[in-house]
């Protein structure tokens, strides 16, 4: 990444973030309350999240990425016991595991609010790939070629060109020009019982923000994706394009 890029990138998370917060405080209390009626316990979840490729280092033969990590907050969306009995998995299309208000929050974007803290503090950044657990990014590194470089010198974002162009889950709306791609990408290796795997959305989302990382080696052209994002975002939330 481009010295003017990183410089313009974090002076842009600063004061958008601030805006953020800001715009967003009177929504805090309203979705907390809803969380709460709608399935009591917590209102706001807390989990390990991967941010920027930090190196490799050798497990059992194999390198394995590392990546910088930190504690994401956001609103719940699922159940308290979502995770009891299957541990870390992908969240799916229509999982049976997240709550009315959950679905909502999730397809409004509304869940990832108090992220903008994240982003205020440099954890981090307005644009960028979508945060993922570490647990199942290294296990995707692994079953994707190339999968952890789209965390490579780029900080996880609240929003993202994969983030406005797809679906929540990755997966490419029936007539868009990604979806075009979506058989190249699907079970590329042939393996038997492997359709509608959740690698294959993530191999679409991975287009993307390679797409976006290529943009951070020119000024401009950083210049020009970074706010067309941001503009989108509201108009993807207000839409509720997510799914």
Do not use: C
């Not at 004061?15 to 967003?24: E, F, I, N, Q, R």
């Not at 994240?118 to 945060?131: C, E, I, Y």
């Not at 709306?173 to 959305?201: H, I, K, Q, V, Y």
């Amino acid at each position: 990444m481009l010295h003017s890029v990183r410089l313009a990138k974090r002076l842009i998370d600063i004061a958008g973030s601030a805006v953020g917060l800001a715009l967003a405080a009177p929504l805090f209390p309203l979705v907390a309350a809803v969380v709460y009626l709608d399935d009591p316990g917590p209102v706001l979840y807390r989990q390990r999240r991967a941010g920027m490729l930090k190196g490799f280092e050798d497990r059992d033969g194999l390198p394995q990425p590392v990546f910088a990590e930190f504690e994401m907050y956001k609103f719940r969306s699922m159940r308290v016991d979502a995770e009891k009995l299957t541990g870390a998995i992908l969240a799916q299309e229509n999982d049976p595991r997240i709550t009315r208000v959950g679905g909502f929050l999730r397809k409004s974007r509304l869940d990832e609010l108090p992220q903008l803290w994240h982003v205020f503090r440099g954890d981090m950044s307005l644009v960028g790939p979508r945060p993922e657990r570490p647990e199942l990014l290294r296990n995707l590194a692994l079953a994707i070629p190339f999968f952890e470089e789209r965390m490579r010198d780029v900080k996880p974002g609240l929003t993202g060109l994969a983030q406005i162009s797809l679906g929540y889950t990755g997966r490419a709306a029936e007539g868009s020009d990604a979806a075009s791609f979506a058989e190249a990408l699907t079970n590329p290796f042939e393996l038997d019982d492997a359709e509608d795997a959740p690698a294959d959305d993530m191999r679409m989302k991975l287009l993307f923000d390679l797409a976006y990382g290529a943009t951070l080696e020119d000024f401009w052209s950083f210049i020009q994706t970074e706010l067309e994002i941001i503009f989108k975002t509201p108009i993807v939330m207000a839409r509720g394009l997510g799914r």
